[in-house]
C-alpha cells in the first residue's frame, strides 16, 4: 500500500489530464509531491518512538485508513488547494504504513532482517508498479478519480487486515519523551546513515515522481512515458529480489556501495537520453541499483540499534524524507525556469552524494572490524 501511495502522483502527473483537471504548472507539481513527503516525514518522527511504546497495530490501522481518506480527497480535488490537502493526508497515512512495517519485520526477523527488509521492499515495489500498469491498462476507459477510488478500497481493506490479525507487544513501556526520542541522533553512524537515505530518498522521489512527465516532455505518448516509470519500478523490485539472495554472501555496506555506483551510470543515461530505448535503459539502471539501498541500510540500523527500532527507524525515516520533500521540489522549480532535462539534473546529483557517503560509510565498517580483529589476537 505503500508502494501505491508513493507512485501514485508520480503515475497521475504523467497523465497530461491530471494537471489539466487541477489547473497547475511543474512547479506547483513540485510543490504537491513536496507536501506528500511533509506529510510522510511527519509521520514518521511522529509514529517511530510510539511503536516503541504502543506497537504496530494500532498505528497501522490508523494509517492505512488515513490513506483511504486521502485517496477519496484526491478522486474529489479539482483544485491546487484541495489536491494540496489530500497530498499532505495522504503523506501522513503513508509514512505511518512505511514506519511500521519496516520496524515489525526488523523485529521479527532478527539475524536475517537484511533479507527479510529486501523481501518487504519487493512488495513495495508490486505497489509501486501496480500503479502505472494500471493506469496504463485503465486510459481511455476509466477516469483519474476511478483509479483513486479504487486505491482507496485497497487502503480500506488493508485496514480491515490489520484490524483482524494479532501483533508483537510494545517493545517499551515507560512514558514517551521526545528528548529521548530525538537522543537516538548521538549514536555512532545513526546520523551517517540517515543522510544516505536523504539522498537515497530525494532520488527514488524524483525519479518515481518526475520520469513519465520527463519522458511525456521527451515528446512521447503518455502510454510510453508510463511504461518508462514502470520499468523503473519493476527494476527496483528486481533488485531488491537479487539483494535478498546477495546479502548471504556480501556485507551489508559492501551491496550498499557497490549498487549506488552503479546508480550513476543509470542517472548520466537518463539525463543524455533522447531514443525511448535509453530512458528504459536509463530508469532500468536506477531501479535496479537504488532497489537494495533503502531497505539495507535500514538493516544495517536494526543490527546496530535493535533495542530502539521504532525510534532509531523513525529518525532515519525523517531524514530520507526531508530528501523525499527537497529533490522533487527543487526538479520541479529548475524545470519551471529552465527545461526538464535540466530539472533530472537534480537526481543525478543526489546520486553522486548516495555513492560518495555510502563508500565512506564502508571504509568505516571495513577499518572497525580490522580494529576489533586486532584486539581480539
Known sequence: MFGIVFAVLGTVFGLPAMRARLQINLAQQGNLFFL????????????????????????????????????LAFAAAHSFFGASLAALLLGFGGGGLNTCTNVLVSDLYGDQRGPMLNLLGIFFGVGALFVPLLAATIEGHFTIAQLFVLCAALASVCAVGYGAISFPPARAGQAFSWGEAFGVAKYKGVLLLGFILFFESGNEASIGGWTSTYVNGAGYSPRAATLALATYWAALMLGRILAARMLHAFAKSS?????????????????????????????????????????????I?????????????????????????????????????????????????????????????????????????????
Request: net charge positive.
Open 36 to 71: 506528500l513527503y511533509l506529510g510522510i516525514f511527519s509521520a514518521s518522527l511522529i509514529v517511530g518512538p510510539l511503536i516503541d511504546h504502543l506497537g504496530n497495530k494500532a498505528n497501522l490501522l490508523i494509517s492505512s485508513a488515513i490513506v483511504a481518506v486521502a485517496m
Open 255 to 299: 551491496l550498499v556501495a557497490w549498487t549506488a555506483t552503479v546508480s550513476l551510470v543509470g542517472c548520466a543515461i537518463l539525463l543524455t537520453a533522447h531514443l525511448f530505448s535509453f530512458f528504459l535503459l536509463g530508469t532500468a539502471l536506477i531501479g535496479l541499483s537504488y532497489g537494495p539501498i533503502f531497505p539495507t541500510t535500514l538493516a
Open 301 to 377: 540500523a536494526g543490527d546496530r540499534y535493535s533495542e530502539r527500532a521504532g525510534t532509531v527507524f523513525g529518525l532515519l525515516f525523517s531524514i530520507a524524507l526531508i530528501g523525499g520533500m527537497l529533490l522533487p521540489w527543487a526538479v520541479g522549480q529548475v524545470s519551471q525556469h529552465f527545461g526538464l532535462r535540466l530539472g533530472m539534473v537534480v537526481p543525478a546529483l543526489g546520486a553522486v552524494g548516495i555513492t560518495v557517503l555510502a563508500i565512506v560509510f564502508m571504509l568505516r565498517e571495513r577499518l572497525a572490524g580490522r580494529q576489533v580483529e586486532h584486539a581480539t589476537r
